[in-house]
Antibody, heavy 122, light 108 residues
Framework: QLQLQESGPGLVNPSETLSLTCAVS??????????WGWIRQPPGKGLEWIGS???????YYNPSLKSRVTLSVDTSKNQFSLELSSVTAADTAFYYC??????????????WGQGTMVTVSS | SSELTQDPAVSVALGQTVRITCQGD??????ATWCQQKPGQAPVLVIY???NRPSGIPDRFSGSSSGNTASLIITGAQAEDEADYYC???????????FGGGTKLTVL
């Protein structure tokens, strides 16, 4: 069974960079069939897609976050990462990583991490 | 850009059928995917590619689509179906994922 686990600081200072990693177990990240995505959810609010990356480095970013987001993949460690720069309180949210079954006509996030809460505050 | 619109809240009597809708222009070109989220938990995929269920999802969950509207249908709603339901699809560019605002389902 595929498992994903987010890790990273739970508290980030305003204006600094939020960095999270998603470790994948029970399957290889180096599959051409899948992308690997990040989704966030402010407390009490809805889901927002941040971006998705393939093992070969093809990346799709949410246009509203694109200027601040960097996604990367480390196939040797079977993990992928998110960096979000210049954070503000508005970036406080639960951050989820997920496997993205991405086709020409749909995405399906079929396996999710448990999520990690990141608070932006000094 | 595109938007997906969902009713904020829907209720259904136990054992009855409920339809949760998702509207958006991009649904004319791209399939809707549906996920379920219970309090304090990560979302779970329930329907993808219009009407496909992942392994482990009960067959009382189904999907349909017509024009710019996609629907998640629960036939014979159970107490454990009470949750938030989110649709998502692609925007008009076809490159980016967009989520609906979510529908809170209450089972009475």
């Amino acid at each position: 069974q595929l498992q994903l686990q987010e890790s990273g600081p739970g508290l980030v200072n305003p204006s600094e960079t939020l960095s999270l990693t998603c470790a994948v177990s029970g399957g290889s990240i180096s599959s051409s069939t899948f992308y690997w995505g990040w989704i966030r959810q402010p407390p009490g609010k809805g889901l927002e897609w941040i971006g998705s990356i393939s093992y070969s480095g093809t990346i799709y970013y949410n246009p509203s976050l694109k200027s601040r987001v960097t996604l990367s993949v480390d196939t040797s460690k079977n993990q992928f990462s998110l960096e979000l720069s210049s954070v503000t309180a508005a970036d406080t949210a639960f951050y989820y990583c997920a496997r993205d079954v991405r086709t020409l006509t749909y995405d399906a996030f079929d396996f999710w991490g448990q999520g990690t809460m990141v608070t932006v505050s000094s | 850009s595109s938007e997906l619109t969902q009713d904020p809240a829907v209720s259904v009597a136990l054992g009855q059928t409920v339809r949760i809708t998702c509207q958006g222009d991009s649904l004319r070109s791209y399939y809707a995917t549906w996920c379920q989220q219970k309090p304090g938990q990560a979302p779970v995929l329930v329907i993808y590619a219009k009407n496909n269920r992942p392994s482990g999802i009960p067959d009382r969950f189904s999907g349909s689509s017509s024009g710019n509207t996609a629907s998640l249908i629960i036939t014979g709603a159970q107490a454990e179906d009470e949750a938030d339901y989110y649709c998502h699809s692609r925007d008009s560019s076809g490159n980016h994922v967009i989520f609906g605002g979510g529908t809170k389902l209450t089972v009475l």
